[in-house]
């Protein structure tokens, strides 16, 4: 895995000593992604400069090196990522008259561009991937990013100034540009707790989305190509459901994924897989144990809080798989010392927590392995999410009341206060769930909603984002977009693809990518390969979701590996106690960021401070809305001041 960085100035104005030494200092900011070497192309007469930072994954020699040039001399490719079909590719260009210098997949890349034209040789890729190739003939660059967004790539134009990067961090060492916050962006990290694409939190600056391209021709201008569309996809397969058996459904996807997580497998280096023992990652590496002649390394990380602890089921899948697993329990110091230091690794605002963990893991991992398998993107593909379970049990129950009813209703709970629900439900006998009037007043939020809006209502933090981001306009994404509700009609298949197209590659994948490559690790998402995606959409309903539980076709694989018993229980998450903490050894930094609220002019410092007193007095639960501000203004305070 790597890291890319680089500019094009087609003004001309950049000359070649200068043209080197920025693009250097753009390419070293990430140095992290790619610690084993580096190196840079410039040519002024085109304005054109690449950086690339490389980690040795496949082929460690320097036949690997970056940029690479094809033979010819026309292509110069800076790319990061893995092609994992990339020798199926080769006989083909091999017949094409191509010659190799060594085995790696970017040299695969550059020429199947070169034979079929970047558009088809992207199409051809089973990869994660981002890519910039210079086109010295036509003087064209080409950006990439792969189909489902697991490797990120930003962009910016600021007038005949073209900016790209792996990360956010290098387009702020060209000395050209001025960062501005778009305080639009920051209303949409509010609700979402990430800045969802195609946006980033500065002005003029853009994720390229998942399965497109951006041609940058000598006239000046950016085209925008789709070359694979996930929710095209998704509604294909919703409109031509396959018909399966049982087991034949079940066989298909077991050796479907035995081939995805084969390819995976391929590394110069040391490998292994995360394993928190639950459905996703047993998986995974349950199907590397079954395709290895050595012990497949697996990590794992607990927690001295209970509630949050899996890794006794993770111990007990390895030790069923037979894997060679490492474990660490943390103490909450162990987290607590990350968390100033967030900032500098998700370098816009990124305020899930579970970055926390994630991170922690990929530091265990690090220090064995230089590839990890992950289990993301089970929850999207085969409907594991609670949320999918909680907005149809909602709208089964009260749905059929009427509208004025069910508002009704929900303004009659609301008349008492939470602490008042609370003591009422001390006096009952029965064992009820902690902050009952936190859970009421939740559920009276939720009574008067259509699907879609109960859609957004569960995705969302603040709620009315645009109240409390100063100057700001949230920006509308699809989680706003009725026409979902008409391509799918069906409320759960509705919220697995707004899922797949916002949530997986803005949250999910950015903190695995940030979370790996700040200690140099490269993770890979089999569950991802898009064959695997195209599959799961062609399945019906009864093969995700049956008897009230998800991931029905995909537990029926893990069940040929791995005992029911040992992985049947309710999902969990990968959380960590962020609202004790608040109350207790993080509340000294918090308070400190609250106080500077006015300074940043970035959020309305009331309703923040009004929940933070709610929050320390145990009335209610704002964990995540405080949370949101936190990382907001601690991120302002490391990239702003």
Known sequence: ????????????????????????????????????????????????????RRLSIIDLSPAGAQPMHSACGRYVLAYNGEAYNAEDLRPDLLALGYSFRGHSDTEILLYACAAWGVEEATRRLNGMFAFALWDRQERTLWLGRDRLGIKPLY??????????????????????????????????????????GP????????????????????????????????????????????????????DALDSLLRDAVGRQM?????????????????????????QSSQKVRTFSIGFTETGYDESAHARAVAQHLGTDHTQLVLEPSH??????????????????SSQLPTFLLAELTRGHVTVALSGDGGDELFAGYNRYFWAKKIHRSVGWLPNGLRQGLGQAIKRVSPQQ??????????RLPPQVGDKAHKLADVLAMDEIALYRRLVSHWEQPS??????????????????EHDFPDSVARMQILDTVTYLPDDILTKVDRATMAVALESRVPLLDHRVME???????????????????????????????????????????????????????AEDLFSGLEQSGLVDPAPVRQLWAEHQSGTRNWQYLLWDVLMLESWYQRWMR
């Open 335 to 352: 987290a607590l010392d990350l968390v100033p230091n967030l900032a500098q690794w998700w370098d816009e605002p990124f305020a899930d």
């Open 1 to 52: 895995m790597c890291g890319l960085a680089g500019m094009l100035d087609q003004a001309l104005t950049t000359d070649q000593q200068r043209l080197d030494s920025v693009t250097q200092a753009m390419t070293e900011t990430i140095h992290h992604r790619g610690p084993d070497a580096g190196a840079v192309w410039v040519d002024a007469s085109a304005g054109i400069g690449l950086g690339h």
């Open 535 to 589: 599959f799961a959409w062609s399945l019906p309903g009864s093969l995700k979701i049956r008897d009230g539980v998800g991931k029905w076709l995909l537990r029926q694989v893990l069940y040929r590996y791995v005992p029911q018993t040992l992985v049947d229980r309710p999902k969990m998450g990968f959380g960590v106690p962020i609202s004790d903490w608040l109350r207790g050894p993080l509340r000294p930094w």
């Open 266 to 290: 391929m590394a110069d280096v040391p490998l292994g897989a995360f394993l928190s023992g639950g459905i996703d990652s047993s998986t995974v590496a349950a199907l590397m144990q079954a």
């Open 155 to 196: 962009w910016a134009q600021f007038g005949q100034l073209w900016l790209f990067a792996s990360e956010l961090k290098a387009l702020r060492a060209h000395p050209g540009w001025t960062p501005s916050i778009d305080r639009s962006a920051v209303a949409s990290f509010l609700r979402h707790n990430y800045v969802p």
């Open 199 to 250: 946006f980033s939190i500065y002005q003029g600056v853009r994720k390229l989305q998942p399965g497109h391209l951006l041609r940058i021709g000598p006239d000046g201008q950016g085209q925008d190509i789709c070359y694979w569309d996930a929710r095209q996809i998704a509604l294909d397969g919703s409109r031509q459901r396959s018909v399966w058996s049982d087991q034949a459904a079940t």
């Open 467 to 484: 109240a409390i981001a100063l100057g700001a306009e949230e920006l509308r994404g699809p989680i706003w977009d009725r026409t979902y």
């Open 421 to 430: 629900w609370d003591r009422l439900a001390s006096m009952i006998p029965a």
